[in-house]
């Protein structure tokens, strides 16, 4: 799919966010994390004038089709802030913006609606201690239940008192999302989320009892993780999915 690249109608700063953008969405269907075109990954606009601007996903284009240039500016409520060739989908920005708006931190919001993810957010016990990976996402870990199809503003407060300020969030029978400081960060918050619940997924598939790890060892997982990525967060490996995804198809960059 041919789109014209606005590179030099744009902002250096605006450019590297998009391609940033566009990469996380390349990323996320490398990985299998897709719904179709029914999810979204949405980041605040650079500069101290765009507090509440993002960009987002143009609606109906598979995420392995999404590019720099074909990315949309929109206010809080999903409205396209700049004319555009694409549409976007008000309705499924609503979880978004909530996000955004309680959350100055949130440069990036993530969602997904994986058949991993999903299965367990419908279990009553939700993301058990039973991995590595589990360790990390229990260390700020949120529950949000579900009220049918996000679709209307009053769910909002109730989304944001239920998240605080927890990088992971399950939506209760619906999926999982994550809030980064920065693309990279929420990106690798999905990784470690998704892996957690494919993990349990398979463990419980044994049908044998679990070995679960003790509260102690969760609560250093901060510092653990941090060590990690040389205190460098999902910055660490982003040079290297770049490069993964270069190899594969550069054309997200244009």
């Given at each position: 799919m041919q789109i014209a690249s606005i590179q030099d109608h744009v902002s250096a700063d605006e450019w590297q966010l998009r391609c940033d953008l566009a990469a996380c969405y390349r990323l996320v269907a490398a990985y299998g994390w897709t719904d179709l075109v029914f999810t979204h990954v949405s980041a605040r606009m650079p500069g101290a004038g765009h507090h509440h601007s993002f960009?987002?996903?143009?609606?109906?284009?598979?995420?392995?089709?999404?590019t720099a240039s074909s990315l949309v500016v929109v206010d809080r409520h999903g409205n396209k802030l700049r004319d555009s060739p694409f549409p976007v989908n008000p309705a499924g920005f609503v979880i978004h913006s909530a996000v955004h708006s309680a959350r100055a931190?949130?440069?990036?919001?993530?969602?997904?609606?994986?058949?991993?993810g999903v299965a367990v957010s419908a279990q009553a016990d939700g993301v058990l201690p039973i991995s590595q990976q589990?360790?990390?996402?229990?260390?700020?870990?949120?529950?949000?239940?579900?009220?049918?199809?996000?679709?209307?503003?009053?769910?909002?407060?109730?989304?944001?008192?239920?998240?605080?300020?927890?990088?992971?969030?399950?939506?209760?029978?619906?999926?999982?999302?994550?809030?980064?400081?920065?693309?990279?960060?929420?990106f690798l918050s999905m990784y470690l989320f998704e892996t957690t619940c494919q993990i349990q997924v398979a463990a419980q598939?044994?049908?044998?009892?679990?070995r679960t790890i003790g509260h102690d060892v969760i609560a250093g997982t901060g510092a653990a993780i941090s060590a990690q990525t040389a205190g460098q967060g999902g910055a660490f490996a982003w040079p290297a999915l770049l490069r993964k995804l270069d190899r594969m198809d550069a054309s997200y960059r244009s």
């Amino acid at each position: 799919m041919q789109i014209a690249s606005i590179q030099d109608h744009v902002s250096a700063d605006e450019w590297q966010l998009r391609c940033d953008l566009a990469a996380c969405y390349r990323l996320v269907a490398a990985y299998g994390w897709t719904d179709l075109v029914f999810t979204h990954v949405s980041a605040r606009m650079p500069g101290a004038g765009h507090h509440h601007s993002f960009l987002i996903n143009p609606y109906g284009l598979l995420f392995e089709e999404v590019t720099a240039s074909s990315l949309v500016v929109v206010d809080r409520h999903g409205n396209k802030l700049r004319d555009s060739p694409f549409p976007v989908n008000p309705a499924g920005f609503v979880i978004h913006s909530a996000v955004h708006s309680a959350r100055a931190d949130a440069q990036c919001v993530l969602h997904t609606h994986t058949r991993a993810g999903v299965a367990v957010s419908a279990q009553a016990d939700g993301v058990l201690p039973i991995s590595q990976q589990s360790t990390f996402v229990l260390a700020s870990l949120a529950y949000h239940d579900y009220e049918g199809v996000a679709l209307r503003d009053e769910e909002r407060p109730r989304l944001q008192a239920d998240l605080g300020d927890k990088s992971f969030l399950m939506l209760r029978n619906h999926g999982l999302l994550t809030v980064g400081r920065s693309i990279p960060d929420a990106f690798l918050s999905m990784y470690l989320f998704e892996t957690t619940c494919q993990i349990q997924v398979a463990a419980q598939a044994g049908g044998v009892p679990l070995r679960t790890i003790g509260h102690d060892v969760i609560a250093g997982t901060g510092a653990a993780i941090s060590a990690q990525t040389a205190g460098q967060g999902g910055a660490f490996a982003w040079p290297a999915l770049l490069r993964k995804l270069d190899r594969m198809d550069a054309s997200y960059r244009s």
